[in-house]
């Protein structure tokens, strides 16, 4: 793991955007894995900004997102599909077309997780994966106890998942319960992940990843396996 420590967010943002910027520029038709959530909106203004202010072009460009609420609607403003749209899609030039969010409102989740497998494999994986960290150790949807070896699947959301999901709906009880994710098995076969972490709340998940076991009770541990790992981490999510 190459591990490049930063001041804050703000520097974490800037960072992470540079190094996606970077590997766009000199790969212009690559399949990029996108999270969502609070971590990696500073990255995505600053992508923004850059296409905005440099021109740096998103057309050839695929995209697959780790994950989106059974039930949800793309249109749905607390969905994936919606917040991939708002923050980032819309403001620079990317075929919409290209970019693939698993859906949430599908009536057979199952073989929508099965196609969404297939569709990865089908433009040959992701070359790079954006990965946040969940305090207790998931990435994408998958919490404690997952597979190492498991594909695209539902999942069900553990409560401190949702409680910390909760501030983007207007109580608790609205978060859906069950999400679609790409696996553990899935995310590993990126060829390279940049992972990012920031904020005093993820110091434990920080140093867990950093000089615990690996083991499926934290599923974020499996990449110290994975060859090709950058973490951007804060200060405070380090410690010091």
């Known amino acids: 793991m190459n591990i490049i420590k930063v001041n804050d967010y703000q520097e974490m943002s800037e960072k992470a ?91 057979d989740a199952e073989a929508e997780c099965e196609a969404y497998e297939a569709l990865m494999a089908s433009v040959g994986g992701i070359d790079l994966q954006i990965l946040g960290i969940g305090g207790n150790g998931h990435i994408g949807f998958n919490e404690p106890g997952t597979s190492f070896q498991s594909p695209t699947h539902i999942v069900d959301l553990a409560q401190s998942t949702k409680e910390a999901n909760a501030r983007y709906f207007a109580n608790i009880d609205e978060v859906p319960n069950q999400a679609i994710t790409m696996g553990i098995a899935s995310i590993m ?50 410690g010091e």
């Open 17 to 107: 955007s540079q190094y996606i910027i970077d590997k766009v520029k000199a790969n212009p038709k690559m399949v990029l894995g996108l999270a969502t959530g609070g971590t990696p909106e500073g990255t995505y203004k600053r992508l923004i900004e850059d296409h905005n202010q440099n021109g740096t072009s998103y057309d050839g460009i695929e995209t697959f997102n780790l994950d989106e609420y059974v039930g949800l609607s793309g249109d749905h403003p607390q969905s994936y599909r919606h917040y991939m749209n708002e923050r980032f899609f819309n403001h620079i030039d990317i075929n919409k077309e290209n970019t693939y969010v698993p859906r949430g409102n599908t009536v």
């Open 189 to 238: 076969k990126s060829r390279e992940i940049l992972l990012l972490i920031s904020g005093e709340s993820k110091h434990e998940a920080y140093k867990q990843l950093i000089e615990g076991e690996i083991k499926e009770n934290f599923p974020a541990s499996i990449l110290r396996n994975h060859p090709y790992v950058t973490i951007i981490a804060d200060k405070a999510a380090i």
